[in-house]
Structures are given as structure tokens and as C-alpha cells.
T-cell receptor
């Protein structure tokens, strides 16, 4: 089983749509969880940290279920500018390294 | 405030050569991590340094080495380059070892 697994993409959605990405992780000792966004040929940029209580930032909502080792990201009212690859990321433990999923590509169409 | 900076932005080398990549973290950040990203994959962890000490090493061969300087900048060295080393090399900066912020990367092509 891969350490971090994400939905296979790509997701092609119209503007204004709601889209959800899911991710599972294998290390139950992981303590920190993130979603990063990566544009083509650019560096990953932190979108949001993910907490057990769930957190929201504008149109973006992230959820964590520790029991199921499951992380989600919901994007409401999609914009063209949301088109990117979304990376699910888990802290690897004492080393402090980040473990990335392969990413899910989102294309928002007019 | 300046973000993470990396140099060079692009690099072309031939097999067997050696390369040095450089990274300057966000001001005040004491931890630097290095990642390799090949096309179609997520970044893979190579090294992490905190306060000039190596805190972690990923599953990469000994041809890969790194160090951190007193000003917290860092270098990644790769010896005896292989075609498979062609990738985007990312440096990430963090205050301690938590939330990491990435630089623009160095794109290495090995011919």
C-alpha cells in the first residue's frame, strides 16, 4: 500500500461546480496533514493545513478522519484559477519530512 | 519578505558529472528540506537539516549529499549523475520542522 494515495485524475469540471478530492494515508502515527496546490512547472504552494476538527478557508474545506486515515478537500464554486494539481501531504514522523501523494489534476472549464 | 530562493533555475549536465544546487530559506527559518520531483509524481524527500544538523534522510543513494551553513542556507550535491536524476529539485523552508514552504526549484536535465 502506498503511503499516501489520492483519487486518480483528471477532474474536468465547469465553473461554479463543487468538486471533492479524497486521500488516504498508511501511517497511523502521522500528526500533520496538508493540502498543497501545484501549477504546471511550478513549486507546490501550501493551500491549507488539515485539522481533526475540520477547517474552512473561503471556498475550500478540509476534513481529517484519523480513524479511517482519510483526508478530504472540498472546493465550492470552482473558478478557472483553481485549475492545478492538488497534492495531499502527510508528515512522515520524527524526521519531519513530508510524504506527498501523486496529486490530482483539476481543470475548471468556462 | 523574500520567500525561499534557489539557484540555478535550470541546469543541463551530462552523465557522470557532478552538480551543486543552492537554497536560501525564508528569513528566520532554521530548517531546510530537499525534495526531488520527477514528472507525474509528487515530490520525494531527500534530506532535512535543522540548525545545521541532518535530521532526516530519504531513500536516495550516497551520491546525494547536502549540508546547511551557519546562515541556514543549504547546498545539495549530486555526484556521478545518471539520466534518472533528471527532475525538479525543490527546497523547502520551515521555522522548525513543521509547515514547509517551497522555493521555485531547480530543473535539472541530465543528458
Amino acid at each position: 500500500r502506498k503511503e499516501v494515495e489520492q483519487d486518480p485524475g483528471p477532474f474536468n469540471v465547469p465553473e461554479g461546480a463543487t468538486v471533492a478530492f479524497n486521500c488516504t494515508y498508511s501511517n497511523s502515527a502521522s500528526q500533520s496533514f496538508f493540502w498543497y496546490r501545484q501549477d504546471c512547472r511550478k513549486e507546490p504552494k501550501l493551500l491549507m493545513s488539515v485539522y481533526s476538527s475540520g477547517n474552512e478557508d473561503g471556498r475550500f474545506t478540509a476534513q481529517l478522519n484519523r480513524a479511517s486515515q482519510y483526508i478530504s478537500l472540498l472546493i465550492r464554486d470552482s473558478k478557472l484559477s483553481d485549475s492545478a494539481t492538488y497534492l495531499c501531504v502527510v508528515n512522515g514522523g520524527s524526521q519531519g519530512n513530508l510524504i506527498f501523494g501523486k496529486g490530482t489534476k483539476l481543470s475548471v472549464k468556462p | 519578505d523574500a520567500g525561499v530562493t534557489q539557484s540555478p533555475t535550470h541546469l543541463i549536465k551530462t552523465r557522470g558529472q557532478q552538480v551543486t544546487l543552492r537554497c536560501s530559506p525564508i528569513s528566520g527559518h532554521k530548517s531546510v528540506s530537499w525534495y526531488q520531483q520527477v514528472l507525474g509524481q509528487g515530490p520525494q524527500f531527500i534530506f532535512q537539516y535543522y540548525e545545521k544538523e541532518e535530521r532526516g534522510r530519504g531513500n536516495f543513494p550516497d551520491r546525494f549529499s547536502a549540508r546547511q551553513f551557519p546562515n541556514y542556507s543549504s547546498e545539495l550535491n549530486v555526484n556521478a549523475l545518471l539520466l534518472g536524476d533528471s527532475a525538479l529539485y525543490l527546497c523547502a523552508s520551515s521555522l522548525y520542522v513543521d509547515t514547509q514552504y517551497f522555493g521555485p526549484g531547480t530543473r535539472l536535465t541530465v543528458l
